[in-house]
């Protein structure tokens, strides 16, 4: 029986990972990238240009305070917004400055794997907005059909 090493387990299990069975890590990984408070999260810190309805995210990544965090993401609750954060720290989406002022300020910014994400997902959110009005008929039609 041949014997491999760490690094060969390592080569050999990443080469298998497939996220359609349930107990490989990057299933969990889909997971966590896929939840609506991880996009708008890198939507907001991948981009300075303003934020206002209408305006397409493009500008360059920026550091962003965790309070304006708060006020830009409508509906995302103190401890959502932590866990996120906390979650694509952990995963090195997001690095998290503290400096130390009075009160505290703490920011955080996308990695270089976070702006490789952020890429991808820029692409998602850009599409959810062109074509709401699509699925909104889609729906409507749908429902008039069924009920």
């Not at 490989?24 to 907001?44: G, N, Q």
């Not at 830009?72 to 917004?81: I, P, R």
């Not at 729906?139 to 008039?144: A, G, M, V």
Request: aromatic share 6%.
């Amino acid at each position: 029986m041949a014997t491999i090493t760490a690094a060969q387990q390592r080569a050999q299990a990443k080469a298998e990972y497939d996220a359609f069975l349930a107990v490989c890590p990057s299933r969990k990984l889909l997971d966590r990238i896929s939840d609506k408070w991880v996009t708008l999260i890198l939507a907001a810190l991948g981009s300075d240009s303003p934020h206002q309805p209408g305006t397409d995210c493009a500008g360059e990544p920026r550091a962003m305070r965790y309070s304006e965090l708060l006020r830009l993401l409508a509906g995302v609750s103190q401890k959502m917004l932590t866990q996120t954060l906390r979650s694509l720290e952990r995963d090195g989406l997001v690095t998290r400055t503290v400096t130390p002022t009075v009160p505290v300020t703490v920011s955080y910014e996308l990695t270089d794997l976070g702006l490789s994400l952020y890429e991808t997902m820029r692409g998602l959110k850009a599409w959810a907005e062109a074509h709401m009005d699509d699925v909104l008929a889609n729906r409507e039609t749908y429902d008039s059909r069924i009920g």
